[in-house]
Nanobody, 114 residues
């Protein structure tokens, strides 16, 4: 089955850290660039970070640069988003996306609140 499954979301205090994961199955993960998007209530979905197929090239939204790190493990068909120094405005549903497959995961909720 071709799918992306996110995990690792949750509730964290401001200034805290969280790592979300996205496990791919049903396609050759190592051939595709991967992205993380997020959507906050009442707002459009926005690109957070992206990584090329080999993992050597990354790109970040200005709002998360220096705080978030995208990485991937092609042997495990998994892409990660390490989020540090979290802010309340980072609260959103986080989705992973395989652009070449036009494939979205189901999303994982991240809530930053005291």
């Amino acid at each position: 089955q071709v799918q992306l499954v996110e995990s690792g979301g949750g509730l964290v205090q401001p200034g805290g850290s969280l790592r979300v994961s996205c496990a791919a199955s049903g396609f050759t993960f190592s051939r595709f660039a991967m992205s993380w998007y997020r959507q906050a209530p009442g707002k459009e979905r926005e690109l957070v970070a992206e990584i090329n197929s080999g993992g050597g090239i990354t790109n970040y939204a200005d709002s998360v640069k220096g705080r978030f790190t995208i990485s991937r493990d092609n042997a495990k068909s998994t892409v990660y988003l390490q989020m540090n120094s979290l802010k309340p405005e980072d609260t959103a549903v986080y989705y992973c996306y395989a652009r070449g497959m036009k494939l979205w995961g189901q999303g994982t909720q991240v809530t930053v609140s005291s």
